[in-house]
């Protein structure tokens, strides 16, 4: 048998919605990582200057294409005024690994040339494959004319595509890491250096935890974030911000409205009934309850359901707290968790005559009920043989 229990009735669990933020941004996005829900967002397929949210597909190509220990060569750069460097020397040799710090924390416009040449052996021939991926992975409005990042006429992207690339991203532990790391200093290549990420919201609020920042006279600022709380990771993507201080208004205020959209519910608690089970040769029900409490971390639309797997009928004797069946939690038909349904009381076989009664009235073991029926019945035998042998005399 499968009983469902619908505990929390999406449509009731709150009466207004929060209001979303006015942004200074040109186009955004807020997806939740774990369904990739769109709670918000404006222009969000519109393509646009990327900047150097460009080293994302920089990042997704190495990290399917190198080992992470092979050691590349840098080939020569000549950066132009204000481009971000990693500051490697024309034939420093750096491992992937490193490289890949460089390129996603200080943004590290020769870390990337160099990764690209590793990949693909030329610049073209990387760019060739950043489209060619793009195309795979569904990015229909972006084009890629560099591994940097660099204003180009076929160098853009959309909200909508930035989201998608860092959940593809986001599968990968190491990118995880990185994007989420502070500072870190790199031991390959000529000398030591430490680096600092670029990303000032991961500094200053410790529940952010990446990914990219970006920006070019034509781009404006860019920022692809990601935050956990309550149990909820969510990304934003803010394109076109006029500074940088707005871009990084705009993304805490997305985020703050994306997280106020989900509530903490205790979607079964110990104890609590969840269905019954019948007892046929004890000729009753015996409630079924849960053995530990579900929590869940749910949007304000969302329904959180239960479902009780258990037999039809099961047989006495039952002991209390014996497993039954299972509880099963779910969210929109997403399993988040399962408990033990146990029996809420023991049920005794049912017995018959005055045994039956007896067995009934008197609590205890079943050995105990026997020895006092016995004793009563000697009782009973003995004050006959008295009240005989009183008429005899």
Do not use: C
Not at 9 to 33: F, M, N, V, Y
Not at 167 to 177: C, E, I, M, S, V
Not at 286 to 293: E, G, N, R, S
Not at 377 to 388: D, K, N
Request: glycine residues 8%.
């Amino acid at each position: 048998m499968i009983a469902t229990l619908a505990l929390i009735p999406a449509a009731t669990a709150h009466a207004s919605s929060p209001k979303p933020p006015a942004l200074e941004a040109r186009q955004w996005i807020l997806i939740d990582t774990s369904d990739r829900a769109r709670l918000l967002g404006h222009e969000v397929s519109t393509s646009n200057p990327m900047a150097s949210t460009t080293k994302l597909m920089t990042a997704y190509l190495t990290l399917h294409k190198l080992p992470l220990e092979k050691k590349l060569t840098a080939p020569p750069y000549h950066p132009i005024a204000g481009e971000s460097l990693l500051g490697l020397e024309a034939g420093e040799r750096m491992s992937v690994r490193d490289l890949l710090y460089g390129l996603l924390l200080p943004s590290g416009n020769d870390a990337a040339v160099t990764l690209a040449d590793g990949v693909s052996g030329s610049e073209g021939a990387f760019v060739t494959k950043m489209n060619h991926e793009a195309r795979v992975l569904g990015l229909d409005d972006t084009s890629y004319a560099n591994p940097i990042g660099l204003d180009a006429p076929t160098n853009y992207t959309s909200p909508r595509d930035l989201a998608k690339l860092t959940l593809a991203l986001r599968h990968d532990a190491l990118f995880r890491k990185i994007v989420n790391t502070a500072r870190t200093t790199l031991e390959t290549g000529d000398h030591p250096r430490t680096i600092t990420n670029r990303n000032t919201l991961l500094l200053n609020h410790p529940w952010v935890n990446g990914v990219k920042t970006g920006y070019t006279p034509a781009a404006g600022n860019v920022l692809v974030a990601t935050a956990t709380r309550k149990g909820v990771t969510l990304l934003s993507v803010v394109m076109g911000e006029p500074t940088e201080a707005s871009r990084d208004s705009d993304s805490l205020a997305l985020l703050d409205y994306g997280f106020s959209l989900y509530r903490r519910e205790q979607a079964v608690r110990r104890g609590e009934r969840v269905g019954s089970a019948d007892v046929p040769n004890a000729g009753v029900r015996v409630p079924l309850v849960a053995d530990k409490t579900v929590e869940a971390t749910v949007r304000n639309t969302q329904h959180v359901d239960v479902s009780l797997h258990a037999p039809t009928a099961v047989e006495a004797p039952i002991h209390r707290g014996q497993r039954i069946g299972t509880a099963t939690v779910t969210v929109e038909g997403k399993q988040i968790g399962r408990v033990a349904a146990v029996a809420a009381r023991a049920v005794k076989p049912a017995a018959s005559g005055v045994v039956a009664s007896v067995d009934d009235a008197i609590p205890g073991p079943r050995i105990v009920v026997w020895l006092l029926v016995v004793a009563a019945a000697a009782f009973v035998i003995l004050i006959a043989a008295a009240l005989v042998g009183r008429r005899s005399g």
